[in-house]
T-cell receptor
Framework: KNQVEQSPQSLIILEGKNCTLQ??????????LRWYKQDTGRGPVSLTI?????NTKSNGRYTATLDADTKQSSLHITASQLSDSASYIC?????????????FGRGTQLTVWP | EADIYQTPRYLVIGTGKKITLECSQT?????MYWYQQDPGMELHLIHY???????EKGDLSSESTVSRIRTEHFPLTLESARPSHTSQYLC??????????????FGNGTRLTVT
């Protein structure tokens, strides 16, 4: 069964600290893996998209890694800011159809305290 | 930021009412989607469209219907709302040219409460 599992479910860190969020998936055949940031009351915003051949991609203070062999990804946030408080959603796309079906994780709720 | 707009942002209605959730995008994207999201749960695809006059049901069974008469407009309609329809509804779009790797651009959602 194609699934996307994220951990931890929630995380609290102090402003300025680094953190890493995890994503494990069983989706096959794999097309790409995406990380989205969703602020409370808003729609998700794309952070990164990685294909099979990419093992790291950065977007400012966000760095995503992908290990397609172990089917794991991580999102590392450097020097956290209060505005990083949000839900971070891992999404994996397959290549089983023209649409490229998307499988969503339940997200990690990150809270950054001052 | 993506130019995709949803109205209303919040809606509280009584059981049995007919409602239409509006979604418009100004990016000229061919593909549009409706997702349902409950707190702490993953997004579920309920409808999608590849272009004008193309609509398909998604993975999650839904009593809603959609239409795509214009590229920029993808409204979702519930003929008779029930409390089980209480949820957040997110509209999204993506361009066709990027294939599988096109990112989704989401609106800010409509929070629907049916009493």
């Amino acid at each position: 069964k194609n699934q996307v599992e994220q951990s931890p479910q929630s995380l609290i860190i102090l402003e300025g600290k680094n953190c890493t969020l995890q994503c494990n998936y069983t989706v096959s055949p794999f097309s790409n893996l995406r990380w989205y940031k969703q602020d409370t009351g808003r729609g998700p915003v794309s952070l990164t998209i990685m294909t099979f051949s990419e093992n790291t991609k950065s977007n400012g203070r966000y760095t995503a890694t992908l290990d397609a062999d172990t089917k794991q990804s991580s999102l590392h946030i450097t020097a956290s800011q209060l505005s990083d408080s949000a839900s971070y959603i891992c999404v994996v796309s397959d290549r089983g159809s023209t649409l490229g079906r998307l499988y969503f994780g339940r997200g990690t709720q990150l809270t950054v305290w001052p | 930021e993506a130019d995709i707009y949803q109205t209303p942002r919040y809606l509280v209605i009584g059981t049995g009412k007919k409602i239409t959730l509006e979604c418009s995008q100004t990016m000229g994207h061919d593909k549009m989607y409706w997702y349902q999201q409950d707190p702490g749960m993953e997004l579920h695809l309920i409808h999608y469209s590849y272009g004008v006059n193309s609509t398909e049901k998604g993975d999650l069974s839904s009593e809603s219907t959609v239409s795509r008469i214009r590229t920029e407009h993808f409204p979702l309609t519930l003929e008779s709302a029930r409390p089980s329809h209480t949820s957040q509804y997110l509209c999204a779009s993506s361009e066709s040219g990027g294939g599988y790797n096109s990112p989704l651009h989401f609106g800010n959602g409509t929070r629907l409460t049916v009493t």
